[in-house]
T-cell receptor, first 110, second 111 residues
Framework: EADIYQTPRYLVIGTGKKITLECSQT?????MYWYQQDPGMELHLIHY???????EKGDLSSESTVSRIRTEHFPLTLESARPSHTSQYLC?????????FGQGTRLTVV | QKEVEQNSGPLSVPEGAIASLNCTYS??????FFWYRQYSGKSPELIMF????GDKEDGRFTAQLNKASQYVSLLIRDSQPSDSATYLC???????????FGIGTKLQVIP
């Protein structure tokens, strides 16, 4: 079982609020990823990082930001939540091999 | 052209049959290839991964790579109803930092 954790698991929040989704891994992996996935739909890469102080935007512009100050921690921040941000957010990490996923955060913006 | 393409299905096979899932990728320099299984409402979980140097078999699952044609396949032998899920193909691209997923193929194993 992979040691990658996401909190919160579920979040309902009002429009305009600032939120941070947490992701931590204890495997010492350099590479970490955030994906967005709507029910029954494909995974979209939002951000990724290949090490401390390095972050890149993925294919989907979700008006979010990330930081990578420590290897084990890769938080995702939405400065002003909108209903269009309602989705499942999945964090993953890997070294040279496979990517392991956290359990996800299901975000609902009302 | 999408970086990783899969037929979304659904692919229906009878119990005990071989299920064959395919995906194509666009980056000829890709080196790592992954198959994930995702049950509805759950996170993807890794089934198989292969590097560019060969095929791999693990129990009922076999992953095959055809570099010339740029496609990866997953064979599931003796399919079980519990195999019913969406199967995601993923490819490591962009200097091996990015992991890009296909849309996933929904597999239905009919008892």
């Amino acid at each position: 079982e992979a040691d990658i954790y996401q909190t919160p698991r579920y979040l309902v929040i009002g429009t305009g609020k600032k939120i941070t989704l947490e992701c931590s891994q204890t495997m010492g992996h350099d590479k970490m990823y955030w994906y967005q996935q709507d029910p029954g739909m494909e995974l979209h890469l939002i951000h990724y990082s290949y090490g401390v102080n390095s972050t890149e935007k993925g294919d989907l512009s979700s008006e979010s930001t990330v930081s990578r100050i420590r290897t084990e921690h890769f938080p995702l921040t939405l400065e002003s939540a909108r209903p269009s941000h309602t989705s499942q957010y999945l964090c993953a990490s890997r070294n040279q091999g496979t990517a392991f996923f956290g359990q996800g955060t299901r975000l609902t913006v009302v | 052209q999408k970086e990783v393409e899969q037929n979304s299905g659904p692919l229906s096979v009878p119990e005990g049959a071989i299920a064959s899932l395919n995906c194509t990728y666009s980056d000829r320099g890709s080196q790592s290839f992954f198959w994930y299984r995702q049950y509805s409402g759950k996170s993807p979980e890794l089934i198989m991964f292969i590097y560019s140097n060969g095929d791999k078999e693990d129990g009922r699952f076999t992953a095959q790579l055809n570099k010339a044609s740029q496609y990866v396949s997953l064979l599931i032998r003796d399919s079980q109803p519990s195999d019913s899920a969406t199967y995601l193909c993923a490819v490591s691209t962009g200097g091996y930092q990015k992991v890009t997923f296909g849309i996933g193929t929904k597999l239905q194993v009919i008892p």
